[in-house]
């Protein structure tokens, strides 16, 4: 089961992305800000984080930073939602809209996750055409 850190500062939205993500069968873990989430990742490595732009503390971009390039962090996938457009952010695979639709929300999680995955296997060895024919 795939765990998604869900990095939001409204109480509303993170309960329904919460129950959107234990829907379509994630494991999540809430960060109220972005140094909450930051401690979590450290501990948990989340397979996606997903996170607001705009929070006290540690915002959303700064968060990606500090993701990017920290050992053994900087591959987690990140999807930045926001209420404000926002621009190519290092790190982060999509950008998504706080007024997306939900469907768009899971078709965009799905994607990410499914992607990473597919980069974590290893790639196919080729066989030589001595060992073919032995």
């Known amino acids: 089961m795939s765990t998604v850190l869900l990095v939001d500062d409204e109480p509303d939205l993170m309960e329904l992305y919460t129950d959107v993500l234990e829907v379509m069968g994630y494991q999540v873990?809430?960060?109220?800000?972005?140094?909450?989430?930051?401690?979590?990742a450290r501990r948990q490595r989340p397979d996606l984080v997903?996170?607001?732009?705009?929070?006290?503390?540690l915002d959303g971009v700064e968060l990606c930073g500090?993701?990017?390039?920290?050992?053994?962090?900087?591959?987690?996938?990140?999807?930045?939602h926001s209420s404000r457009r926002a621009p190519r952010i290092p790190g982060v695979r999509m950008v998504l809209s706080k007024s997306?639709?939900?469907?768009?929300?899971?078709?965009?999680?799905?994607?990410?996750?499914?992607?990473?995955?597919?980069?974590?296997?290893?790639?196919?060895?080729?066989?030589?055409?001595?060992?073919?024919?032995?």
């Open 50 to 57: 997903v996170t607001d732009w705009m929070m006290p503390r």
């Open 100 to 134: 997306s639709p939900l469907e768009e929300f899971e078709d965009a999680v799905a994607q990410v996750i499914d992607e990473a995955h597919l980069e974590q296997l290893p790639a196919p060895t080729s066989l030589t055409s001595s060992e073919i024919h032995h």
């Open 29 to 40: 873990v809430q960060a109220h800000d972005g140094m909450e989430a930051l401690e979590l």
């Open 66 to 80: 500090r993701l990017l390039h920290e050992p053994g962090l900087e591959g987690i996938p990140i999807i930045l």
